[in-house]
């Protein structure tokens, strides 16, 4: 989800399947902060990004994405400053889909179908462009929140154990909850990246204000997790710091931090990034963060701080992207 999403109220018919060979149903990113340069010698690595929950909406299971409002709130808020942290190394491809909203979010006898209609979008997005797009390219998969467990679908359903995972650069799985016992068998084959230039893995983290009584959250995924596994334990989630990539090291001085952007999401160009604003640390699976306080970000109940997963470690993110692509470059040149 992401704070202050468009509020969609009027009912509406299902919304009609995007044509994904139309350019109106896939989102460009236009901007950047001034300080940062793209990367050009990475043009030939792309992005597939999937952008979180962005409507509100008490009568709709599922928006429309072209809807004026969730059109805006998409673009400005979630594509602008969470997918423009890939844009610095890659070409990216981020499709409009009949996301899942709010309102099926909270109902569990409707999110699985509301969930499974928006993974058809993805899916037939994901096809297009690897039918017109791709030509062979090496790829990141990234998204977050609802975002994410697409990103994680997409791995675990059309990429794991295929011919594509010799293309796959990495997967950003941002902003959900996965366990260690996602690892096997969901994920066999693709293990959680432990290095910040390993490739053919997927990274991992849920943000959490440091002291904040994180106890209800993990109870939450542990039963989340048996629920939806026929009882069985999850033991951990999973979680790599941001900002070191590098699960030798899971924490990470403010100093270390590359470049937030400043206050809640909203809408607009983003701001001078601000580098050394925050501290992090994967303590019993959650990452907790010490933010500046004058960065203007609000967390969530219960210290969460979903909605600046991304914004926490642009730059940090943009330098990963751009340091695993090289290596799997690299890598394959030499092959």
């Known amino acids: 989800m992401m704070a202050g999403m468009a509020a969609v109220a ?44 962005t409507t509100r909406s008490t009568t ?11 059109l805006k709130w998409t673009e400005e808020s979630a594509v602008q400053r969470q997918a423009s942290a890939f844009a610095a190394c890659c070409r990216i491809f981020a ?36 039918a017109h797009e791709n030509k062979g390219r090496p790829f990141i998969i990234a998204g977050h929140s609802q975002g994410g467990a697409h990103s994680a679908s997409l791995l675990e359903k059309r990429i794991k154990g295929t011919a594509l995972q010799e293309k796959l650069v990495a997967v950003y799985i941002i902003g959900i909850n996965l366990m260690d016992g996602d690892l096997a068998p969901r994920f066999a084959g693709v293990p959680l990246c432990s290095e910040p230039a390993q490739t053919a893995c997927f990274v991992q983290w849920n943000s959490v204000l440091a002291g904040s009584d994180v106890a209800p959250t993990l109870k939450a995924y542990s039963t989340a997790f048996s629920a939806q596994n026929g009882g069985r334990a999850g033991g951990s989630p999973l979680c790599v710091n941001p900002v070191t990539f590098d699960r030798r090291r899971p924490a990470s001085s ?10 809640d999401p909203g809408f607009g160009t983003m701001g001078p990034l601000r580098p050394g604003a925050v501290a992090a640390e994967c303590r019993d699976g959650l990452l907790l963060v010490q933010p500046a306080a004058d960065l203007g970000l609000k967390p969530l109940p219960g210290g969460s701080m979903h ?24 890598a394959h040149k030499r092959r």
């Open 254 to 263: 403010a100093e270390q931090a590359m470049g937030t952007v400043v206050g």
């Open 307 to 330: 909605f600046h997963d991304v914004g926490l470690f642009w730059a940090d993110i943009s330098a990963n992207a751009s340091l695993r692509a090289r290596s799997w470059l690299k």
């Open 60 to 70: 709709d299971y599922n928006h429309d994405p072209l809807d004026p409002a969730v």
């Open 95 to 130: 499709p409009r889909y009949r996301a899942a909203t709010t309102k099926a979010l909270m109902d569990p006898a409707r999110r699985e179908a509301a969930f499974a209609l928006a993974f058809s979008d993805i899916e037939r997005a994901f096809d297009w462009y690897l």
């Open 10 to 53: 009027a009912p509406a018919a299902e919304p009609i399947a995007p044509d994904y060979a139309q350019g109106r149903y896939w989102s460009v990113v236009n901007s950047l902060p001034q300080d940062v340069a793209p990367e050009t010698a990475l043009r030939g690595v792309d992005v597939f990004w999937i952008h979180p929950t």
